[in-house]
């Protein structure tokens, strides 16, 4: 045990019992004691207040300055006072966090100190990096002339939160147990909001239903605990009993609320709840309307998130990336850059978000010239950033970016966390370098269903299908559970690989062990691997089985293999459905016309290509890309756009007459 002067909570449900049973007496009686324990203060605090000193800490701006004004406290014996000093500490531990240690040290060394001083420094390690500072100052305080209060407790329950160290958040609840602050809303507040913090929703909503000091924050920190942990029916349901409560709800509610629409993206509710903010009065401050926005963007409703923006007289970094998150979304990257260029402050999180938006819309080369720009404005970039920018490398097929990018990962000393790894893994499978992805794979410390999934995807991609089942089924002995990805990935190995059974094997377990719907990739995975296999009646049974209507991929995949064995007669059916879903798709003709070709059809070959010119279908131009010293240029057939494309021409023409003279003939049909 931490604390050993006062007898502590057993276990949660003790200290429950504890806080259900407190007497307003005992807490009376203890506010007696702590009254008649300070010490007679003499000094006049209204005159102190106005001191010439103290008022010249609020123009500090560097360390230097507060040493000298402390040593004139010094001088002038003010220091002794613990309402001067108490000023002191509360400006270095409010100021700059790096003047916590300073203004700590100041508090040490005080002979007469108010509870006060040790608050406002508690209080800053409870937010810094150090919450275990905390529990040493207030194990001080205790042996201090300064009697903890209702605002200690707070931040000691904060600081066990950060330290995930719920004990010792019941230790210190067993002080505030006997101190008499166990009846104190602002301490039954902050432990509700502990044992929210560490996933005991059930010990925090006994705490909750037996407190009787319940206020306005307690329903906002239960309503929000249950938010935070993603039960967002669990908070809507509170929510209903706060109304018949008649407790009023604020701005921090309808937080918490609206948030509960973005989780169960329910686009109706959240717009209820916007009606009800009006129509209530209810303040639209900028996190609340931060938070309205980002419901409408994520919902799909754009209009209404730009409304609100338009609306807003102060906006926050959150409210900028918000728009430009649903730009992007929307595929308006356009008007995401505006956005983003009219932004008086940028730090990293817009500059990801824009990156983010043109690789979720395909643009892989302007994601990677906006990350240039972010480094040639010298804004740092995170972890965040080099997972986006591997994910346009994979789409580009860019190696030598990608590789440049991993170098930048260890250059700025970025953890190996799960999602770098996951994305180097599969960068460099995409890419071409699948030793590399599985070096990366085996060096990450920590894999999760995620890694182990791009790495079956890859090695099922270059044609390695032994091991990705291998790995799917080490991944299963672990205790990860495979999601529809990972099935692509392994019926996909199959598929390669030609093995039917394990396919068909692994394709009923996705329901029946795993419990998985399977999707429309799923079928598009097992048709092919029928098809491949020459089990076209199979395969066109399982077609017409489908629990859901075939899409494009499912009928080019039977198409597929019907014109690799043959099947003229199924070929044409499945063509005939992908140009229903698609009459001016202009590879269907193509490939169409290919079959009757290759089948000495001719006649029908020349009507699919006179249909084809009937319906003003024109073949969409091919396009290629390689990358050279880090940049990756594009090439779309009949090109003139590049200056020296004649040459580029001469060159190709030279490239098909050494194939003819191999005995090759290139295929331009």
Not at 222 to 237: K, T
Not at 599 to 628: F, H, Q, W, Y
Request: charged content about 20%; some cysteine.
């Amino acid at each position: 045990m931490v604390f050993t002067t006062i007898s502590q909570p057993r276990s949660i449900s003790h200290l429950l019992k504890l806080v259900l049973n407190t007497r307003v007496s005992v807490h009376r009686a203890c506010l007696r004691y702590s009254l008649n324990q300070n010490p007679n203060f003499t000094t006049n605090q209204a005159s102190l207040s106005t001191h010439g000193l103290l008022s010249l800490l609020e123009r500090c701006s560097t360390l230097d300055q507060v040493k000298q004004i402390q040593a004139q406290m010094i001088l002038s014996g003010m220091i002794s006072d613990a309402f001067a000093a108490s000023r002191l500490i509360a400006f270095c531990s409010f100021a700059d966090p790096r003047n916590l240690v300073y203004g700590s040290m100041i508090l040490r060394k005080l002979e007469n100190s108010n509870v006060f001083s040790w608050n406002v420094v508690i209080r800053g390690y409870s937010d810094s990096d150090d919450p275990e500072e905390s529990i040493l100052f207030y194990k001080l305080m205790l042996n201090s002339n300064a009697r903890p209060d209702n605002y200690t407790y707070p931040f000691l329950f904060k600081a066990c939160a950060k330290m995930v160290d719920f004990q010792l958040g019941m230790e210190v609840f067993g002080h505030a147990f006997q101190l008499g602050w166990s009846s104190d809303v602002y301490v039954i507040n902050a432990l509700i909001h502990m044992f929210a913090m560490g996933g005991t929703l059930e010990d925090a909503r006994k705490l909750f239903d037996g407190s009787c000091v319940r206020d306005l924050v307690s329903w906002n920190t239960m309503i929000n605990a249950y938010v935070q942990s993603g039960c967002p029916r669990e908070a809507l349901e509170l929510f209903r009993e706060m109304e018949v409560g008649k407790v009023r709800p604020d701005e921090v509610t309808m937080i918490g609320l609206v948030s509960c629409c973005t989780k169960l993206q329910d686009l109706n509710l959240g717009k209820r709840f916007h009606r009800y903010i009006e129509e209530n009065g209810i303040n639209f401050t900028v996190p609340l309307t931060n938070t309205l926005m980002d419901m409408y963007v994520k919902c799909g409703s754009l209009e209404p998130a730009q409304a609100l923006f338009g609306r807003m007289t102060k906006k926050t970094v959150v409210s900028w990336t918000t728009m430009i998150v649903g730009y992007a979304k929307f595929g308006l990257l356009d008007a995401a850059e505006r956005v983003f260029r009219e932004m008086p402050e940028r730090d990293v999180i817009p500059w990801n978000a824009l990156i983010a938006g043109y690789v979720q819309c395909k643009r892989g080369k302007e994601a990677i010239a906006l990350f240039h720009e972010m480094q040639a404005m010298h804004v740092k970039p995170n972890e965040v950033t080099m997972g986006t920018l591997l994910s346009a490398c994979s789409q580009l097929g860019a190696l030598e970016m990608g590789m440049w990018v991993h170098h930048c990962i260890n250059k700025h000393g970025f953890h190996l966390n799960v999602a770098l790894g996951t994305a180097l893994v599969d960068m460099y499978a995409k890419c071409g370098n699948i030793q590399k992805s599985i070096r990366v794979f085996k060096e990450i410390p920590e894999r999760n269903a995620l890694t182990w999934t791009a790495m079956i995807c890859g090695l099922a991609s270059h044609g390695y299908a032994d091991d990705a089942i291998k790995h799917f089924l080490k991944m299963t002995d672990i205790g990860l559970q495979p999601d529809e990805v990972t099935f692509v990935g392994v019926l996909s190995a199959c598929c390669h690989a030609g093995l039917v059974d394990e396919g068909r094997m692994f394709f009923d377990q996705m329901t029946s062990k795993y419990k998985l719907v399977q999707k429309l990739k799923h079928y598009s995975c097992m048709v092919d691997l029928l098809g491949r296999a020459g089990l076209l009646d199979d395969a066109e049974e399982l077609v017409k089985a489908m629990p859901m209507e075939p899409d494009a991929v499912v009928w080019g995949a039977l198409f597929f293999a019907c014109r690799i064995h043959g099947n003229i007669a199924m070929g044409e059916r499945a063509a005939l459905q992908l140009l229903e879903l698609d009459p001016h798709d202009s590879g269907i003709y193509v490939l169409l016309a290919n079959m009757y070709g290759e089948a000495n059809m001719r006649d029908e070959a020349d009507k699919v290509r006179v249909l084809m010119r009937k319906m003003g279908v024109e073949k969409t131009p091919g396009c290629s890309s390689i990358e050279v010293n880090g940049m990756v240029h594009e090439f779309i057939v009949r090109d003139k756009c590049h200056p020296e494309y004649k040459e580029i021409y001469k060159c190709l023409l030279h490239l098909a007459r050494q194939m003819e003279h191999q005995g090759s003939m290139p295929r331009t049909s």
